[in-house]
């Protein structure tokens, strides 16, 4: 009897997530999958499921890679606030790029799939409350720092989940129009929040 192929999945994962990211969840077809995968479509269900369960791989793997970029901006050396507005003025930089354009991968997937799809919507439920997290634990040290002025825990959540909400409103403007000066606008309206 055969034995099932076994493949190392994290290559496999980042091809896929790159495929979905570029496409969205309901324009990649198994076929695509299975060409940029380089796997037959039985392989890919033996490994991964369906297409769905795929799709939720590569948002947790995009959860563990890419979604670290912004992550590791607000862990930088320089003073906390100084990493709030530098990551706000590089998200806005990098969206109004050509490569930019494509945003988020949970952005665009809550986006598409949202509103229909409760184990799309939990991931980046968690993917969005993870960040919100890591943007109020800076926020903190700015005002442990005397950065900012002191905040009660419940205004500092909040805060971070407004400037959440404005990368991710800028990740979504950016996919039909990548004006910089735009985007730099909504990253110096939202630093001024900081005040």
């Given amino acids: ?8 999945t994290e290559p496999l994962l980042d091809k896929a997530m790159h495929l979905f990211w570029r496409q969205g969840y309901e324009a ?3 076929q695509e999958l299975g060409r940029e995968l380089d796997l037959h479509p039985g392989s890919i269900y033996n490994t991964f499921g369906d297409k769905h369960s795929l799709f939720l791989a590569a948002l947790d793997r995009y959860a563990q890679t890419g979604g670290q970029y912004l992550t590791n901006l607000l862990q930088k050396p320089s003073s906390p606030r100084q990493a709030i507005e530098d990551t706000l003025f590089t998200v806005a930089r990098v969206l109004a790029t050509p490569d930019g354009r494509q945003g988020c991968l949970m952005t665009n997937s809550a986006v598409e799939l949202g509103e229909t799809d409760p184990d799309v919507a939990r991931k ?3 993917f969005q409350t993870c960040f919100e997290t890591d943007i109020a634990d800076v926020l903190q040290r700015a005002q ?20 959440n909400g404005c990368m991710r409103g800028m990740q979504v403007l950016a996919k039909a129009s990548p004006d910089a000066q735009r ?7 939202a630093i001024q929040s900081l005040d």
């Fill in 144 to 163: 442990d720092l005397g950065e900012m002025r002191p905040r009660s825990a419940t205004e500092t959540l909040a805060l971070a989940r407004f400037l």
């Fill in 28 to 30: 990649t077809s198994v």
């Fill in 183 to 189: 985007l730099n606008d909504i990253a110096q309206t």
């Fill in 124 to 126: 980046v439920t968690d």
């Fill in 1 to 8: 009897m055969a034995r099932p192929a076994k493949f190392d």
